[in-house]
């Protein structure tokens, strides 16, 4: 059997994504259960290391990938990546979104626009650990699949 409270917060879930799925872009770049780039209660770029903040910040822009495979116009620059972290926390996502390897795998745009290179999604996603749907691993490691 499982537990009611479990079942109340999947279904919260549900409901959320769901409503995202219908929203304009400007509403899903305004909500911060879409992204991983966050500092709050449950989760926070406090508690990650330099290599979990590089991911994080693949795994926001193959979110944008995502959202624009599906029709939604998103805005998201460099400076956007850090809408929902205090200043103090800027810095280190800066330096996340400078690393080589990252920038390797970046498109930046005339209208400084970031996005992952349309050629390099796979190498995106195997990096981040998440998959977006319609695409499949390179590995048999445990993966975690995104249905956004």
Do not use: Y
């Amino acid at each position: 059997m499982i537990d009611p409270e479990f079942q109340r917060l999947v279904e919260t879930v549900q409901k959320e994504a769901a409503a995202l799925r219908d929203a304009p872009g400007p509403v899903i770049v305004a909500t911060p259960g879409a992204w991983s780039l966050v500092d709050n209660a449950v989760f926070s770029v406090r508690h990650m290391d330099d290599e979990e903040l590089r991911k994080s910040v693949v795994e926001d822009l193959l979110g944008v990938a995502d959202w624009e495979r599906k029709g939604k116009v998103i805005d998201v620059t460099a400076v956007a990546l850090t809408r929902f972290l205090p200043a103090e926390l800027h810095g280190r996502v800066a330096s996340a979104l400078a690393d080589p390897f990252v920038q390797s795998l970046l498109e930046r745009r005339a209208d400084d626009q970031v996005r992952i290179h349309k050629d390099h999604l796979q190498d995106a996603m195997d990096f981040a650990g998440v998959w977006l749907e319609g695409f499949e691993p390179l590995t048999d490691e445990p993966v975690i699949r995104a249905a956004i």
